[in-house]
T-cell receptor, first 108, second 115 residues
């Protein structure tokens, strides 16, 4: 079993839709959960960061962590074409483990 | 503050050759990590350096090596290149190695094509 599984996509949704991106993990030692966003031809950049179960909101973005079920999600409300990017879940540990990424396209 | 810079941005090599990639971290950052990104495997951790010492290593063969200089600049080397080494190589810096909760700042990457 892989340590981290991320929905591979690609995912295409119309502008204004709610987007849900998900990752599951198997390592109970993971403590820090982040979402990075990577635009084409750029390096990833930190989008959201949380270390506890529950929801964390930042504008149109909500990060959800469920440690008992070992999954994390990123929700994007009122999606915009500028949200088109690859989204990577990240589990802060010594091996700096990333998910494989979900490529998202928002269609105007 | 200048971001993470990587050189070169693009590189074409042939099988069997070796390659050296360079990364300059954000000023004041002493931790540099390297990743390989491919469509099939995603972002895979290669190694992390802090204060000129390799702190962690991912599951890559010994052909992949790196080093860090006293000014925190880092280089990675791949010897005896294989076709499967074609990838985007990303460098990330952060202020300390810590426990994984620190924000990483990525460079734009070096795209390596092995023919």
């Amino acid at each position: 079993q892989k340590e981290v599984e991320q929905d591979p996509g690609p995912l295409s949704v119309p502008e204004g839709a709610i987007v849900s991106l998900n990752c599951t993990y198997s390592n109970s030692a993971f403590q820090y959960f982040m979402w990075y966003r990577q635009y084409s031809r750029k390096g990833p950049e930190l989008l959201m960061y949380t270390y506890s179960s529950g929801n964390k909101e930042d504008g149109r973005f909500t990060a959800q962590v469920d440690k008992s079920s070992k999954y994390i999600s990123l929700f994007i409300r009122d999606s915009q074409p500028s949200d088109s990017a690859t989204y990577l879940c990240y589990f802060g540990n010594e091996k700096l483990t990333f998910g494989t990424g979900t490529r998202l396209t928002i269609i105007p | 503050k200048a971001g993470v810079t990587q050189t070169p941005r693009y590189l074409i090599k042939t099988r069997g050759q070796q390659v050296t990639l360079s990364c300059s971290p954000i000023s004041g950052h002493r931790s540099v990590s390297w990743y390989q990104q491919t469509p099939g495997q995603g972002l895979q951790f290669l190694f992390e350096y802090f204060s000129e010492t390799q702190r962690n290593k991912g599951n890559f063969p010994g052909r992949f090596s790196g080093r860090q200089f006293s000014n925190s600049r880092s280089e990675m080397n791949v010897s005896t290149l294989e076709l499967g080494d074609s990838a985007l190589y990303l460098c990330a810096s952060k202020s300390s190695p810590g426990t994984g909760k620190e924000t990483q700042y990525f460079g734009p990457g070096t795209r390596l094509l092995v023919l």
